[in-house]
C-alpha cells in the first residue's frame, strides 16, 4: 500500500495531472455534441473535396477539349480570311480595293467602254468632230468608281464629265449612247438584232443645225433597214419625217392618223 501510495504521489505531482486536476469539471454531453459537429464537418469537408475534384477533372477534360477545338479552327479561321478579303474585294468596301469599285462594276466597264467606242462613231457626226465619250473609272468624292462617262471636247482638247454639257448635248450624247449599246448588243454573238427604235422627245432642245446632224444619223439607221419612230412636238421634224401618226385631239377623246411629209417623201 504505501508503495502505491507513493506512485500516486509521483504522479499527482507531474505537471500534466496537476494542470488537469486545475480544469473545471468534464461534462461528457458537451463533448459528445462536439465530436458529433466534429464528425459533419469531416464528412461535408470530405464531399466538397471530392466534388472539387471531380470539378477539376472535368475542367481539365474541357480545357484539353477546347484546346484541340482551337487547333482545329486555325484553318477554318484562315479560310475565313481568305474569304472575307475576297468578298470585301469584291464588294469594294475593301481598304485594299483603292477604286472602291464592285465586281459587277468592274465586269460591266469592260463593256461600257465597247459601249462608249461604239456611240463615238455616231456622237462626233452629230456634235462635228467636236466630242469624243471615254469611259472613266475615277472617284467622286466618296463615291464609288466604275461606271463613269467623261467626254473629250475637241474644241479644248480637254476632258470633262458629262454633267456639263447643255440640254442639247446631253440629248444627243444620251441617243448616241443608245445608238451605241444597240450596235454592240446587235455585234453579239447570238444576240438579237434591234431592228426599232423608238426616241422619246429632247428633240426641241436642239439648235437647227444639230437637228440636222442627229436627223442624218437617225437617217443612215433606216438606210440599214432599220425602222425609227420619234415621238415629238417639233414642228421642224414634219418636213423630214416621211411617214408620220398624228394624234390630234377632239371633243370625243384623241385621234390617230396616218400622214406624209408635206415634201411627199
Known amino acids: 500500500w504505501q508503495a502505491e501510495e507513493a506512485a500516486v504521489a509521483d504522479r499527482l505531482a507531474e505537471p500534466e495531472p496537476r494542470s488537469a486536476a486545475a480544469l473545471p469539471p468534464a461534462v461528457p454531453e458537451a463533448a459528445a455534441r462536439t465530436a458529433e459537429a466534429a464528425e459533419t464537418a469531416l464528412r461535408d469537408a470530405v464531399s466538397a473535396l471530392d466534388s472539387a475534384r471531380e470539378r477539376c477533372a472535368e475542367l481539365d477534360r474541357l480545357s484539353h477539349r477546347a484546346a484541340a477545338e482551337a487547333r482545329g479552327l486555325g484553318p477554318l479561321r484562315d479560310e475565313y480570311e481568305r474569304v472575307a478579303r475576297l468578298a470585301g474585294l469584291t464588294a469594294g468596301t ?121 436627223l442624218d444619223v437617225l437617217d443612215s439607221l433606216r438606210e440599214r433597214d432599220r425602222s425609227v419612230g420619234i415621238v415629238s412636238h417639233v414642228g421642224d421634224l414634219r418636213r423630214r419625217i416621211p411617214a408620220q401618226l398624228e394624234v390630234v385631239k377632239e371633243r370625243d377623246g384623241s385621234a390617230v392618223r396616218l400622214r406624209s411629209a408635206p415634201d411627199g417623201g
Open 94 to 214: 475593301s481598304a485594299d480595293n483603292e477604286r472602291r469599285m464592285r465586281l459587277e462594276s468592274y465586269v460591266l466597264a469592260a463593256r461600257l467602254e465597247q459601249v462608249a467606242a461604239a456611240a463615238t462613231v455616231r456622237l462626233q457626226r452629230m456634235s462635228a468632230g467636236r466630242y469624243t465619250l471615254v469611259h472613266s473609272d475615277a472617284r467622286a468624292g466618296g463615291k464609288r468608281s466604275g461606271l463613269g462617262l467623261h467626254v473629250v471636247d475637241a474644241w479644248t482638247g480637254k476632258e470633262r464629265d458629262t454633267a456639263t454639257l447643255s440640254g442639247g448635248e446631253t440629248f444627243f450624247a444620251s441617243l448616241a449612247l443608245a445608238l451605241g449599246l444597240a450596235d454592240v448588243v446587235t455585234e453579239e454573238a447570238g444576240g438579237v438584232r434591234l431592228d426599232t427604235l423608238f426616241i422619246d422627245e429632247g428633240f426641241g432642245s436642239l439648235d437647227d443645225q444639230t437637228l440636222d446632224e442627229v
